[in-house]
């Protein structure tokens, strides 16, 4: 994956590469072989009086092996996605073919179900991956290895960042794939041009309706007005995501939570995989291996879109991402 070429068929020259590896894996690539991943649910209460949802995929232990051996594979998915996503899904099928246990543990709100607290989730959540991951390094006593995807993979960076040495007792190793590092850079990428018109629409046509119920919870939580002219993701984190957590504007939750400026910061074997033709992310804006330390790998293929990397013959399929990044956490057991 590190060397990764999207198939010729997908790889047209320019931005446009970017976005066709892009849209065409989370559309119509093969998520996996067979039948498709099946969990069981759990709900686990939180502190503050609120509820998480994790969707588990239970492997039997396999011949010479046991529960205590096995290994958890814990997936934080991104922004508006579940277990259901297409990358969640292809995730789900190699950790089945590894032996490995599954978990997704679902943002708050994305799990199919309004949340009952004012609070949602947001990029530099650091504090949630901290609880969900201590609530699952108690339901399991083998290893435990982690990848969040965009929001996902940068909120976990975020929590590893902050939790330093300690993080070592969590997770073995851990993986970020497309995650938007630097986030200002991000909501500029993703508020213009074809990207505004895909991208960020489609986001906003799940998050609006979603913030709006939770006005509807909680009244007075933030503009109302000002969300349902809302257009732009920075407009959204302007009127609910910072507000409603704890920051003072857009622009001081993206400072805050951006993981690139502190990677030097992490003690756990961390690899960081971003496309260089990622439309979510410019390449001016990922990090280069001296600014992050040791325990830190750069993956930055030239092409891969935003949790693209398709591989195979049309209409192709999204396997080889998992495998190369369970190859490269096996390594780091």
């Known amino acids: 994956m590190k060397q990764y070429s999207a198939p010729r068929w997908l790889a047209p020259p320019g931005a446009l590469g970017g976005h066709v590896q892009t849209i065409w894996p989370a559309l119509f690539g093969k998520r996996f072989e067979g039948a498709a991943p099946r969990y069981r649910r759990e709900r686990w209460s939180t502190p503050d009086g609120d509820f998480v949802d994790v969707d588990w995929q239970d492997i039997p ?3 010479g092996s046991s529960a205590s051996q096995q290994v958890l594979l814990v997936l934080f998915h991104g922004l508006e996605g579940s277990s259901r996503s297409h990358y969640a899904q ?10 490995w246990r599954y978990a997704v543990p679902h943002f708050r709100g994305c799990s199919g179900e309004l949340n009952r607290a004012p609070r949602a989730y947001h990029s530099g959540d650091h504090v949630e991956i901290a609880w969900m991951l ?6 399991h006593s083998g290893p435990v290895v982690a990848v969040g995807i965009s929001l996902g993979g940068n909120a976990l960076l975020r929590w590893a960042q902050e939790a330093g040495e300690a993080a070592n007792a969590i997770v073995q190793a851990m993986a970020a794939v497309s995650a938007p590092l630097d986030l200002a850079a991000g909501a500029k990428a993703i508020g213009q041009g074809f990207s505004q018109l895909s991208y960020s629409r489609m986001f906003l046509r799940s998050m609006k309706p979603r913030a709006l119920a939770k006005w509807d919870q909680h009244p007075g939580l933030f503009d109302r007005n000002k969300m349902r002219a809302a257009r732009t993701l920075y407009e959204f984190d302007n009127i609910f995501t910072a507000p409603v957590h704890g920051f003072r504007d857009a622009l001081d939750y993206y ?11 992490i003690r756990v074997p961390s690899l960081v995989l971003n496309a260089l033709n990622d439309p979510f992310l410019p390449a001016e804006y990922l990090p280069r291996q001296d600014e992050v330390g040791q325990h830190v790998t750069l993956w930055q293929p030239a092409q891969g879109g935003h949790v ?19 190859d490269w956490l096996k390594a780091h057991l």
């Not at 400072?255 to 910061?265: F, V």
Request: aromatic share 6%; hydrophobic share 35%; charged share 10%.
């Open 308 to 326: 693209g990397f398709p591989a195979g013959q049309w209409p192709g399929h999204v396997l080889c991402l998992p495998e190369h990044v369970t």
């Open 61 to 63: 232990p396999g011949i």
């Open 255 to 265: 400072q805050q939570s951006s993981a690139k400026p502190q990677l030097a910061r």
């Open 90 to 99: 292809a995730f789900a099928h190699q950790a089945s073919r590894l032996g």
């Open 134 to 139: 201590q609530q699952l390094r108690h339901a």
